[in-house]
């Protein structure tokens, strides 16, 4: 079946970039699926940052669009996520998850990854 | 964008009760609506897709209603292993994006 596992750096410093990679294994990363972000901070709920289409399109959380790039290498059947201008508030952690088509849903999702932001 | 609803906020019940569970949506998302279940420390599971199809493993005691703006979970005989917190989603067409509720924590009583 599909596994999904984060990786990257678990600390970023304010204002930088955060950069993770969600690597797809059991299955393509060009089915017929949406590809996902979603993080949580500590203690809170879920949101959702943004997703991606093997093609390369993309649909962005509007809170977040102005600092978010997702990308996808087929090549290596992986998609990835960029954040940039990170404060503390983007301390959370970092999902990633595929999407079903249409309706959106999520299944399955990866194990997380924290990502804190701290100088 | 379409914001979800959930209530209450924190349930307290006992193993052995019905659990029902609220989600609210601002404005009608047909039958996109899926539920998850997170336990501490765990990424979240898909329980019910489609307000009403239960997902590949889930108990039957897990059952999902509702269309439009108003869906419920319903746990009919709560397990130990059940109390959890609880979120509702939905994907809206247009714009593209996806909203989840703010949660409902289900607690021992």
């Known amino acids: 079946q599909v596994q999904l596992q984060e990786s990257g750096p678990g600390l970023v410093k304010p204002s930088g970039t955060l950069s993770l990679t969600c690597a797809v294994s059991?299955?393509?990363?060009?089915?017929?699926?949406?590809w996902s972000w979603i993080r949580q901070p500590p203690g809170k709920g879920l949101e959702w940052i943004g997703e991606?289409?093997?093609?390369?399109?993309?649909n962005y959380n509007p809170s977040l669009k102005s600092r978010v790039t997702i990308s996808v290498d087929k090549s290596k059947n992986q998609f990835s996520l960029k954040l940039s201008s990170v404060t503390a508030a983007d301390t959370a952690v970092y999902y990633c998850?595929?999407?079903?088509?249409?309706?959106?849903?999520?299944?399955?999702w990866g194990q997380g990854t924290l990502v804190t932001v701290s100088s | 964008e379409i914001v979800l609803t959930q209530s209450p906020a924190t349930l307290s019940l006992s193993p052995g009760e019905r659990a029902t569970l609220s989600c609210r949506a601002s404005?009608?998302?047909?039958?996109?609506l899926a539920w998850y279940q997170q336990k501490p420390g765990q990424a979240p599971r898909l329980l019910i897709y489609?307000?009403?199809n239960r997902a590949t493993g889930i108990p039957a005691r897990f059952s999902g209603s509702g269309s439009g703006t108003d869906f419920t979970l319903t746990i009919s005989s709560l397990e130990p292993e059940d109390f959890a917190v609880y979120y509702c989603?939905?994907?809206?067409?247009?714009?593209?994006?996806?909203?989840f509720g703010q949660g409902t924590r289900l607690e021992i009583k």
């Open positions: 991606i289409y093997h093609s390369g399109s993309t």
């Open positions: 059991g299955g393509s990363i060009s089915s017929s699926n949406w």
């Open positions: 404005q009608s998302v047909s039958s996109y």
């Open positions: 489609d307000a009403s």
């Open positions: 989603q939905q994907r809206s067409n247009w714009p593209p994006i996806i909203t």
């Open positions: 998850a595929r999407t079903q088509w249409l309706q959106g849903w999520f299944d399955p």
